[in-house]
C-alpha cells in the first residue's frame, strides 16, 4: 500500500463518509503539510478538499431564525430607542480571562503553523468584533452570569441578507465536537511527522471555543476586518455605507465603552442582516416599568 493510500485509509477511519482519489494527496515538503487537492483540468485551479469537507461538516450556515442575547438590563432602553447594537472586540474576552485560548486554541490543534504566533494571533483578535447570542430562551444560568447585575435578555429573528468572511453568523462549535478532528492530526502527525492542510478552516477560528462553554449553546454575529485586503478603501455596510473618518479604523469607527473595552455599534437592519427584537425579559425592577412601556409603543414582547 502506497503512503497515499495508507492516508486516505486513516482519514477514511475518522471520517468515513469523506473520499477521494489517492492522486489527489500531495506532500508540501516546505511545510510539512499533506495537502488533499483535485486540480480543474485545463483552468490551473485547484478544489481543497479536506478542507473543503471540514468547512461543511463543521462550519454550517445557522439553521435557526430566532437568537437571545443577555446583556445588563441598563443598555436595553438605549437599544429599543436607537435600533443599533454593540459588536465587542474579540479580545475583550481573551484578555478579561473568559476564554484565554479564544481562537487560539483551534490554530493550536489543527497544526497550523505561524510565524510569530503569539503576536499575530494578539493583532488578528483586536480586529474581530463579535455580539454573543445563544439559541437558549430563559435560561437562569445565561442571567446568572452576570452575578449582582442587573440582567436582560432580547429575543432577536433574524434575516440574513448577505454573508461573506468579513461578516457572518454562525453557531459556535465546540471542542467535543471537533474530537474526531483532533485524533486524526495526531495520528497523521504520528505516523508521517506532517500535518493535514486545513489552512483554509482557519478562517473559521473565531468559531470555537472549549468544551468548558459548551452550555452557552452560543451563535456569534460576527465581523473580521481582517478578512478585509490591507489599504483598500471600502465602505463600511455596517455603517449603511458611510465611510468614517477615525484614525484608527479604515472601515468603521472603533468606540471604547467605561471599562475600556472596544466596541462597534451598528444598525441592527443593515446591509448584511436585520435583527428585529420580538421581546425582552428583565429581571431587574429598577428598569422595568420605562422598558415596558418602550416595548408596549414598539408592539415588543414584554416578559
Not at 77 to 93: D, F, G, Q
Not at 260 to 274: A, G
Not at 277 to 290: C, D, L, P, R, Y
Request: with cysteine; charged share 30%.
Amino acid at each position: 500500500m502506497s503512503e497515499r493510500e495508507e492516508i486516505l485509509d486513516l482519514i477514511k477511519s475518522h471520517f468515513p463518509e469523506f473520499d477521494t482519489n489517492p492522486y489527489n494527496i500531495n506532500f508540501d515538503v516546505k511545510h510539512k503539510l499533506i495537502k488533499i487537492e483535485e486540480r480543474e483540468l485545463g483552468q490551473g485551479l485547484s478544489k481543497t478538499l479536506f478542507s473543503n469537507f471540514i468547512k461543511d461538516r463543521y462550519f454550517l450556515k445557522l439553521s435557526t431564525k430566532f437568537l437571545y442575547h443577555y446583556l445588563p438590563a441598563k443598555y436595553v432602553k438605549n437599544i429599543l430607542i436607537e435600533k443599533k447594537i454593540r459588536l465587542y472586540n474579540l479580545a475583550k474576552y481573551v484578555k478579561n480571562k473568559n476564554d484565554s485560548k479564544e481562537y487560539s486554541y483551534f490554530v493550536d490543534r489543527i497544526g497550523l503553523i505561524i510565524p510569530n504566533a503569539d503576536k499575530y494571533l494578539s493583532s488578528v483578535i483586536e480586529d474581530i468584533f463579535i455580539l454573543s447570542c445563544t439559541s437558549e430562551k430563559d435560561s437562569i444560568s445565561h442571567l446568572g452570569n452576570y452575578g449582582k447585575l442587573e440582567a436582560a435578555c432580547l429575543g432577536f429573528s433574524i434575516k440574513i441578507k448577505k454573508s461573506n468572511y468579513d461578516v457572518d453568523v454562525r453557531n459556535v462549535v465546540y471542542e467535543s465536537e471537533l474530537t474526531e478532528l483532533f485524533c486524526l492530526q495526531q495520528c497523521i502527525k504520528e505516523k508521517f511527522d506532517y500535518s493535514l492542510d486545513i489552512s483554509e478552516s482557519y478562517l473559521f477560528s473565531k468559531y470555537v471555543k472549549r468544551s468548558y462553554y459548551e452550555w452557552e449553546k452560543e451563535i456569534r454575529i460576527c465581523f473580521d476586518n481582517n478578512s478585509h485586503q490591507t489599504g483598500k478603501k471600502l465602505k463600511s455596510f455596517l455603517t449603511n455605507g458611510n465611510i468614517t473618518s477615525s484614525k484608527n479604523d479604515k472601515y468603521f469607527e472603533i468606540m471604547v465603552d467605561e471599562n475600556q473595552d472596544k466596541y462597534i455599534e451598528v444598525p441592527m437592519n443593515n446591509y448584511f442582516f436585520n435583527l428585529t427584537i420580538k421581546s425582552v425579559q428583565m429581571n431587574s425592577n429598577n428598569f422595568s416599568s420605562e422598558i415596558q412601556k418602550e416595548c408596549k409603543e414598539k408592539g415588543i414582547n414584554f416578559i
